[in-house]
C-alpha cells in the first residue's frame, strides 16, 4: 500500500493534536474543506466530518471545555471523563484518516491513534494537574492554552498541506513529552483517585496507620534504612511533587519515626526509596476540594507539597504533628522547622 504510506504518516500528529484539544482538531477539519486554502479532498475518510452538524458540536465543546477548565473541580471531572473520550475519539480519526486500507491496517492505525491520543492527553492533563498545585505557576494556564491551541492549528494545518513536516513536528512533540510521561501520570491517577476517595470521605476513618498495617513493600524499605527506625512509627499515603522547573510528582508514604518525617517512594513492582525530609521547614497546611496538602520549604527556597487522601489524618491532627498552630492559608503561613 504505498499510496498509503503519507497518509499513514498523519496518524501521529492527527492524534497528538486530539489529545491536545480535541475538539479543536475535529472543528478544523471539519471547517478546512470551506476554506480557500485547500483546494484538495482531505485524506481518506476526514472529508466526513465537513458536515453542518459536526462544526457545530465541536465548536459548542470547545467553547464548554474552555468553560469547565476555569475551575479545578470541573477541569478534574472534565479530563477525568475524557480520559475514554479522546482515545476512542484518537482512535475513530486514525480509521477516517486510513479508509479504504486492509483490515488489518486499518486496525493496527485506529490502535496506534488511540494511544498516541491517551498518551499526549495524560501528558497534558498531568501537567495542568501539577501547575495547578504550583503556588506560582509558570507559565500561567491561560497561556498555556493559547499555546495548546496554537500548537493544534499547527499541526492540523501542517498536516493538510506538508505531511513531512507534521510527521516531524509530532515527533519532536512526542519525544520531548515522554520522559514526563511517568510523573505526569501518576498526578493525573493520583488527583483523579482523589476526587473519588472525597465522595466516600464519610465512610474512611481519618488516622494515622500503624507499622502493622504498611504494605510489605514498605516496611522491607523502613528496615533497610535508619532513618525510619524509632518508636511510635506512623504513615499515611501521600503523593509528593517538587515544585522545581520539572515538577516531578512521585507516590508513596509519608512515614513519621519519633517525629521525624521521611517519604518512602515507589511501588511494590517498582524501584523504591526512602527520602529523608527532617532538614524541611514546614510552611503550612492547605484544605482544597479534592485534597489536603503539606507544604515544605527547602534551604534553597525551593518548594515541595505532600498531598493526602481524605482518610489521612486530620488538619488538626496535621498541625499538631508538624508543630503548626493550625490549617493555614496562603496568606498566613505557619513555619516549623522539621
Same mark, same amino acid.
Given at each position: ?26 472543528? @478544523? !477539519?471539519?471547517? +478546512? ?10 485524506? *481518506? =475518510? $476526514?472529508?466526513? #466530518?465537513? &458536515? ?44 477516517? @484518516? !486510513?479508509?479504504? +486500507? ?10 496506534? *491513534? =488511540? $494511544?498516541?491520543? #491517551?498518551? &499526549? ?45 507534521? !510527521? ?171
Amino acid at each position: 500500500m504505498p499510496e498509503l504510506a503519507p497518509v499513514s504518516w498523519l496518524v501521529l500528529p492527527l492524534g497528538i493534536a486530539a489529545g491536545l484539544d480535541l475538539y479543536l482538531t475535529l472543528f @478544523l !477539519l471539519g471547517i +478546512a474543506p470551506t476554506l480557500p486554502w485547500w483546494s484538495q479532498p482531505l485524506p *481518506g =475518510g $476526514l472529508g466526513d #466530518l465537513d &458536515t453542518g452538524v459536526i462544526v457545530s458540536v465541536m465548536a459548542v465543546m470547545y467553547v464548554a471545555e474552555l468553560v469547565a477548565e476555569r475551575r479545578p473541580a470541573s477541569y478534574l471531572a472534565w479530563n477525568a471523563v475524557h480520559a475514554c473520550i479522546r482515545p476512542v475519539s484518537g482512535a475513530l480519526l486514525a480509521a477516517l @484518516l !486510513l479508509q479504504g +486500507a486492509s483490515a488489518p491496517f486499518l486496525l493496527a492505525g485506529a490502535v496506534a *491513534g =488511540g $494511544l498516541i491520543t #491517551l498518551f &499526549t492527553h495524560v501528558v497534558r492533563s498531568g501537567a495542568a494537574i501539577l501547575r495547578e498545585l504550583d503556588p506560582k505557576p509558570d507559565p500561567s494556564p491561560g497561556l498555556v492554552r493559547i499555546l495548546e491551541d496554537v500548537v493544534v492549528v499547527a499541526l492540523v494545518t501542517a498536516s493538510l498541506d506538508a505531511p513531512e513536516i507534521a !510527521l516531524v513536528g509530532g515527533g519532536v512533540i512526542a519525544l520531548i513529552s515522554l520522559p514526563r510521561l511517568a510523573s505526569r501520570a501518576r498526578a493525573f491517577a493520583f488527583v483523579a483517585h482523589l476526587a473519588a476517595a472525597r465522595v466516600f470521605q464519610t465512610f474512611r476513618q481519618r488516622r494515622w496507620i500503624p507499622e502493622e498495617e504498611l504494605p510489605e513493600w514498605v516496611r522491607d524499605v523502613l528496615a533497610a534504612d535508619p532513618l525510619a527506625t524509632g518508636q511510635g512509627l506512623r504513615a499515611s499515603r501521600a503523593g509528593m511533587v517538587d515544585l522545581r522547573a520539572s515538577r516531578r510528582f512521585d507516590t508513596g508514604w509519608l512515614v513519621l519515626a519519633d517525629g521525624r518525617p521521611v517519604f518512602v517512594r515507589g511501588s511494590a513492582t517498582g524501584i523504591a526509596r526512602l527520602i529523608d525530609l527532617g532538614d524541611l521547614t514546614a510552611r503550612r497546611i492547605i484544605e482544597e476540594d479534592f485534597h489536603r496538602a503539606l507544604e515544605l520549604e527547602c534551604d534553597d527556597d525551593r518548594l515541595v507539597r505532600l498531598l493526602f487522601f481524605v482518610s489521612a489524618p486530620s488538619p488538626a491532627a496535621l498541625a499538631a504533628d508538624f508543630g503548626l498552630a493550625a490549617p493555614s492559608t496562603p496568606d498566613a503561613p505557619q513555619e516549623k522547622n522539621l
